[in-house]
Structure formats: structure tokens, C-alpha cells
């Protein structure tokens, strides 16, 4: 269990509401869900998940903190927005589906074989570097996510997609010994920490 | 028209509906001096559109007859059918007001025995059943119209219905010659009950009120229901004109929703329930009801009738905001896809009919008042000093029942009284 987990649990003992109020982007909206169940019913992901966002709302009430962390419903939205659309509320619950995945995640809860982070966290490495993705180095990378045998058999079946990525441009070869950049990539890297030591203090601030 | 006389003791009360018509006998039957104006041709408004209304599930027709003796027993309230305000100025105890009258091309020696409306040929949508059948060129509103007249519809002006409507009739009471008339009104204090619309039900994409036949809105069922409607009162489906004997009804469609209607609309909950009731009169065991809401607000003595539908064996309650309806093309039967809150369990289920819970919003946009009131977010008129002596009356102040409507209106009325016993005060 992270430090930060065992602080967490410390701190909101027994309120996992508040937990999220303060620590999960648009966390503070959660409370406004009033459970007509529109969401649910719209997510084209129907029922191929665990908890349906109107369900994950209800157990965060209900204090059901590890079910939520350790779930893998937040990681399997698709970000299609039908739900922030149709809610009756107004709930940015596309956010905050996100908002909980990343929270979960900071506190080593999110499930460990979960695809969808395995790619972000590829995906934030990359761009990290130079402030640009890296389309050849992310890619091979989530192609061999599940190890080598596999990587080289989707690797061969994505080749078309690759040429014809390369012809429009969207693909350097080249990018495989460094890559683009920003222009200022230490500025870039300096937002980053800034943005981190914020996101840190707000948590910290927060008085139960 | 111009025999028309009015002071600034004189109280104008625009809307004939349930509230304009309270709100106008309560101050006539009060000694003051009343006129009462009406954009329809006739007075009852959608109350009139009913099948049964609470607080007692009375047929229109009763509560309305009262309302109508009154109106006809007492000469301080003068009634004007098919007459709009078009401007207002001046100040409490003064006010000018200009009425747009249109013409009905009918007079008062009209008996309304019916002779236009059987030689004319043409027809029309019939605005009382919202377009659910159609209606003559000349016509009734409905059997309970009051005034009893008949009216020419403006379409058939200038064509040969018109000539042989005249014709007809045996009593000389259609003069196609009639024109617009414009009249200035002086009165002390104005009580405005404009009343209600139902919200636009296509406005609710996922709901398909626009693509699928057999979805209706709660006011439409109600004149399915009614003997006097199109159907005879048979439930009849749009799409076959088959029997629907499973209905789905979809609580807050439209209300309760920042992507809509802000505010609750209080009617629809106990409309509802008020229909699972019809369906199980009209069908017994054979019926089956299915209420999809979000919570139900069944308030003050309407919770005795909500625990009466409960008990009923063939109505069952799915605590779920409907998501979506898609049409089985087979059938023409409304599917509902959703998740309930009770388990959070998916479902799809069909159904013979749909009715939404249709929202209410005013019927006066609220940039198209031709008077100046304060306006809240949702388009009703808000109490407020700088209103004058425009005082709202039944739903032009706020979503409410009959029951409150009635009561709001009858508040109006004593508000309007105390404006006119003023000017009168001063005027001694
Ligand atoms: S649509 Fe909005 S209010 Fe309804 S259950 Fe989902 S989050 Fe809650
Ligand atoms: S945005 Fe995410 S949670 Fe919302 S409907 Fe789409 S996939 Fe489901």
C-alpha cells in the first residue's frame, strides 16, 4: 500500500465522498448525481463493465472505497461524451470517470494488468520527453505491452496501417533515434513539475 | 365590439382557462367590474382538454359547467373569445391597453345547430385534440364551448366552403365581411393567465417523439381517453390503430433536465398515475402499466391515489430514467433501453405505447410579453413590486396543478381588487 493511500484512508476515514470531493478532478460533482440512471443507460459500453458511472456515484456515497479504486470501470471509458450530453444534471462525468482512474492510479489501487493505463502511462512517458508524441516509439511500445511474440505478430499486422501513415507524414522513421520537440523543453518539463507540486498541495490542503 | 366600456376600475384578466376564468368570476362576483379575454374561440383552455382532472378525477365537463353558469349568471364580467393583448402602457390604476380582436365570422344570432359545419368540405388539423383527428372548416371547439358559437376558419375565407357555410345557415349568423378589429381598453389592474404549453417533446432526441409513431405525449393520451376524442376514448395507437393495452409512461420528459425544462412541473408525476388508472378501468387484468420515473412526487393528498395505484396488480413502477426509445420495425412497438436504480440492471423493453410525462413551460416566450413583468430563469412571472398591478394568475406564475392554479388565481383576484378599491378610494 502507497503512503499516500494510508494517509488518504487516515485522513477521510470513513468519508470516501469527501476523499473525492477533494482529491479527483470535478470530484466535487459527484454529489450532484440525483441517480435518474441516464448515464448508465446511454454508455455504449452497456454491459460490458462492472459499474456503470450512475453505480460507481452511488458507491463512492456509500463509502465503498476499495471496490471503486480498485475497479476497472473508470479505465474502460471511451471518452464519447453520450453520457456529459444527456445528464440532466449537467455532471461532467466523462471527467470525472478520468478523474477517478488517475487518482486511482496515484495511489497504486488501479488494477495491475489494466490495458487502457498501461497505454497512458506509455502514452505520458512519450510525450513527457520532448513535449511531443513519438507515434513510432509509442506504438512499437504498445505493441509489445504484452511482451515479444505478440508485439511482432501485431506489428506485422499493423505494417499497411504504418506505410500508409508514413506516405501522409504522420510517421518518421527517423523519429526512432530521438525525435521532434518543443522548443523549449526544459520550460515544457518545468510546467510539468509546477503542475505536479499543485495538484500535490491541493491534496495536501484539503481539511476533512 | 366598440359597445366595449371600461374604467380604470375596471379589472382586465387575459385567458380563459381554469385560472383566468377563477381569477375573473371571483373579482366580478366581488361587485367589480371584470373583462375576461381569450385568444381561442372559446373558454376552459387545456383543462377543457382533459379526460378526468384532480384533485377528484372530475370530467372537465363538470367543473367547467359550474365555471360557465357562474360566468353566464353575473353581469360585471364581460367575455372576450379571440382577442389578444397587443400593447400595454401605463401604471398600476392606469393602464391602456390595446386588444387585437380577429374575426370569427360568426355572430351572435348563431344557435350552434351545426348546418356550416356540414356543408363545408374542407378539414384541418383539430388543434384540441393536438392534431390527433381533424376538425371542419367551420366548427366547434369542443361540445362544452362557451360561448356556444360556431367559427370560420380563417383558411377557408374566400374559397366556396365559405359561400355555402353562409348558405347554410338558417339564422344569418355568418357574416363573411367581418375584419380584424383593433380595441382600446382603459383598467386599473391586469391579472395575466396566459397559462401553459406542453414542452416541445422532439426536443428530446433520445425519446424519437419524431420518428416513432406509438411515442405520445401525456396530453395527447388524454384525449385518447376521452369519449369525446378523437377515438371515442379507445386507446387506439397511432401507427395501426390497434388497441395499446401495454403502456410505458416516462416521467419528467422534459423537466428536471438543464438540457430542458429547469424546474419540476409538478403535473406530470400524478398524471401518470392518473393514466395507469385509465388503462387499468378501460382493460382490468388485460392492461398492464409500466411508470419509468426518477422519483415520484405524488404531493399532499395525491399520496392517497399513489398508494391506490400501487396496489394495482398490473401497474409496475421501474425507478430508471429512460436512456433511449428505439422502434421495433416489426411491430411498431416502442423499445426502452435503460438501467434501473433498483440493481442496476440493463434493460430493453417493449411496449405497445409510449406516453411522456410532457414537461410544462408558459405559453408566452418570455421576450414576447407585451407587457413589462419580471421574468424568472423558467419563464414564469415572478411576484415583484416593479410589476405595477400585473398580477401573474395559475401558470403564468408558475407549474401548478388545477387545484393550486386555482387558488394562485383566486389570490390574484383579491390582489387586483385592492389596486381597483384604491383608484376608487381616491377617486371617492
Ligand atoms: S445522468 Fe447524471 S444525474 Fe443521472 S445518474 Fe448519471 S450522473 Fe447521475
Ligand atoms: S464518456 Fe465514458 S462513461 Fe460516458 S458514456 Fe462515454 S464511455 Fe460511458
Same mark, same amino acid.
Given at each position: 500500500m502507497s503512503n499516500l493511500n494510508t494517509e488518504m484512508i487516515e485522513k477521510y476515514r470513513n468519508n470516501f465522498l469527501k476523499e473525492v470531493t477533494a482529491n479527483v478532478e470535478e470530484g466535487e460533482w459527484v454529489k450532484m448525481c440525483m441517480q435518474c440512471g441516464v448515464c448508465s443507460g446511454s454508455c455504449p459500453f452497456g454491459p460490458h463493465w462492472d459499474h456503470p458511472p450512475q453505480e460507481l456515484f452511488m458507491m463512492i456515497r456509500a463509502g465503498k472505497r476499495e471496490e471503486v479504486l480498485t475497479s476497472s470501470s473508470m479505465w474502460m471509458c471511451t471518452s464519447c461524451y453520450n453520457c456529459i450530453v444527456r445528464c440532466p444534471r449537467g455532471l461532467p462525468i466523462t471527467h470525472i470517470m478520468h478523474g477517478l482512474a488517475h487518482y486511482a492510479d496515484r495511489l497504486g489501487m488501479a488494477p495491475k494488468e489494466q490495458p487502457t493505463m498501461k497505454f497512458a502511462h506509455k502514452f505520458w512517458d512519450n510525450i513527457v520527453k520532448n513535449g511531443r508524441v513519438n507515434e513510432l516509439k509509442l506504438s512499437l511500445g504498445v505493441y509489445f505491452m504484452n511482451g515479444i511474440a505478440e508485439g511482432i505478430k501485431t506489428s506485422l499486422k499493423m505494417q499497411a496501417v504504418g506505410l500508409g501513415m508514413y506516405k501522409a507524414k504522420r510517421l518518421n522513421p527517423m523519429e526512432f533515434f530521438g525525435g521532434h520537440t518543443v522548443k523549449d523543453k526544459s520550460g515544457m518539463q518545468a510546467i510539468i513539475e509546477k503542475a505536479k507540486e499543485i495538484e500535490e498541495a491541493k491534496i495536501k490542503k484539503f481539511e476533512g | 365590439m366598440s359597445d366595449v366600456i371600461a374604467t380604470n376600475q375596471t379589472i382586465l384578466v387575459v385567458g380563459g382557462g381554469i385560472s383566468g376564468m377563477t381569477a375573473a368570476l371571483e373579482a366580478a362576483e366581488c361587485g367589480k367590474q371584470v373583462i375576461l379575454i381569450e385568444k381561442s374561440p372559446s373558454l376552459g383552455g387545456r383543462v377543457s382538454q382533459l379526460y378526468r382532472y384532480f384533485p377528484k378525477l372530475c370530467h372537465p365537463t363538470?367543473?367547467?359547467?359550474?365555471?360557465?353558469?357562474?360566468?353566464?349568471?353575473?353581469?360585471?364580467?364581460?367575455?372576450?373569445?379571440?382577442?389578444?393583448?397587443?400593447?400595454?402602457?401605463?401604471?398600476?390604476?392606469?393602464?391602456?391597453?390595446?386588444?387585437?380582436?380577429?374575426?370569427?365570422?360568426?355572430?351572435?344570432?348563431?344557435?350552434?345547430?351545426?348546418?356550416?359545419?356540414?356543408?363545408?368540405?374542407?378539414?384541418?388539423?383539430?388543434?384540441?385534440?393536438?392534431?390527433?383527428?381533424?376538425?371542419?372548416?367551420?366548427?366547434?371547439?369542443?361540445?362544452?364551448?362557451?360561448?356556444?358559437?360556431?367559427?370560420?376558419?380563417?383558411?377557408?375565407?374566400g374559397t366556396d366552403d365559405a359561400t355555402k357555410a353562409k348558405e347554410a345557415c338558417k339564422y344569418d349568423a355568418i357574416d363573411l365581411d367581418m375584419q380584424e378589429e383593433e380595441i382600446d381598453l382603459t383598467v386599473g389592474a391586469i391579472i395575466w393567465a396566459t397559462g401553459w404549453q406542453p414542452y416541445d417533446a422532439a426536443k428530446i432526441q433520445p425519446y424519437g417523439y419524431d420518428r416513432i409513431a406509438n411515442v405520445i405525449t401525456s396530453v395527447e393520451f388524454e384525449r385518447l381517453c376521452d369519449p369525446h376524442g378523437p377515438t371515442g376514448g379507445k386507446i387506439l395507437r397511432p401507427s395501426d390503430g390497434q388497441e395499446a393495452k401495454n403502456v410505458a409512461m416516462i416521467q419528467c420528459a422534459g423537466s428536471r433536465d438543464q438540457n430542458h425544462l429547469k424546474?419540476?412541473?409538478?403535473?406530470?408525476?400524478?398524471?401518470?398515475?392518473?393514466? =395507469?388508472?385509465? #388503462?387499468?378501468? !378501460?382493460?382490468? /387484468? *388485460? @392492461?398492464?402499466?409500466?411508470?419509468?420515473?426518477?422519483?415520484?412526487?405524488?404531493?399532499?393528498?395525491?399520496?392517497?391515489?399513489?398508494?391506490?395505484?400501487?396496489?394495482?396488480?398490473?401497474?409496475?413502477?421501474?425507478?430508471?430514467?429512460?436512456?433511449?426509445?428505439?422502434?421495433?420495425?416489426?411491430?411498431?412497438?416502442?423499445?426502452?433501453?435503460?438501467?434501473?436504480?433498483?440493481?442496476?440492471?440493463?434493460?430493453?423493453?417493449?411496449?405497445?405505447?409510449?406516453?411522456?410525462?410532457?414537461?410544462?413551460?408558459?405559453?408566452?416566450?418570455?421576450? =414576447?410579453?407585451? #407587457?413589462?413583468? !419580471?421574468?424568472? /430563469? *423558467? @419563464?414564469?412571472?415572478?411576484?415583484?413590486?416593479?410589476?405595477?398591478?400585473?398580477?401573474?394568475?395559475?401558470?403564468?406564475?408558475?407549474?401548478?396543478?388545477?387545484?393550486?392554479?386555482?387558488?394562485?388565481?383566486?389570490?390574484?383576484?383579491?390582489?387586483?381588487?385592492?389596486?381597483?378599491?384604491?383608484?376608487?378610494?381616491?377617486?371617492?
Open positions: - | 363538470c367543473g367547467l359547467e359550474i365555471n360557465n353558469r357562474r360566468t353566464k349568471m353575473n353581469k360585471n364580467l364581460r367575455i372576450m373569445t379571440m382577442a389578444e393583448v397587443a400593447a400595454v402602457s401605463g401604471e398600476a390604476g392606469n393602464y391602456s391597453v390595446k386588444v387585437k380582436v380577429s374575426p370569427r365570422y360568426v355572430n351572435e344570432n348563431c344557435t350552434a345547430c351545426g348546418d356550416c359545419a356540414k356543408v363545408v368540405e374542407t378539414e384541418f388539423d383539430d388543434e384540441f385534440n393536438y392534431g390527433l383527428g381533424k376538425r371542419k372548416g367551420a366548427y366547434l371547439q369542443h361540445k362544452m364551448a362557451h360561448p356556444q358559437r360556431y367559427v370560420l376558419d380563417p383558411r377557408v375565407i424546474h419540476c412541473s409538478r403535473i406530470c408525476c400524478m398524471a401518470s398515475l392518473k393514466h =395507469a388508472n385509465y #388503462v387499468n378501468e !378501460k382493460y382490468g /387484468e *388485460e @392492461g398492464q402499466s409500466t411508470i419509468y420515473y426518477i422519483d415520484i412526487r405524488a404531493i399532499d393528498r395525491i399520496d392517497d391515489f399513489y398508494r391506490r395505484v400501487q396496489e394495482l396488480p398490473n401497474v409496475t413502477f421501474t425507478k430508471s430514467k429512460v436512456a433511449s426509445v428505439v422502434e421495433n420495425k416489426e411491430n411498431g412497438n416502442p423499445v426502452l433501453h435503460g438501467v434501473d436504480t433498483e440493481g442496476y440492471n440493463r434493460y430493453a423493453n417493449e411496449h405497445d405505447l409510449v406516453v411522456l410525462a410532457i414537461g410544462m413551460e408558459p405559453s408566452v416566450p418570455a421576450d =414576447a410579453f407585451p #407587457v413589462e413583468v !419580471k421574468i424568472n /430563469e *423558467e @419563464g414564469f412571472i415572478e411576484a415583484d413590486e416593479s410589476n405595477g398591478a400585473v398580477f401573474a394568475a395559475g401558470c403564468s406564475a408558475d407549474a401548478l396543478d388545477v387545484n393550486r392554479a386555482v387558488q394562485n388565481a383566486t389570490a390574484s383576484a383579491l390582489r387586483a381588487i385592492q389596486v381597483i378599491n384604491s383608484v376608487a378610494g381616491a377617486e371617492g
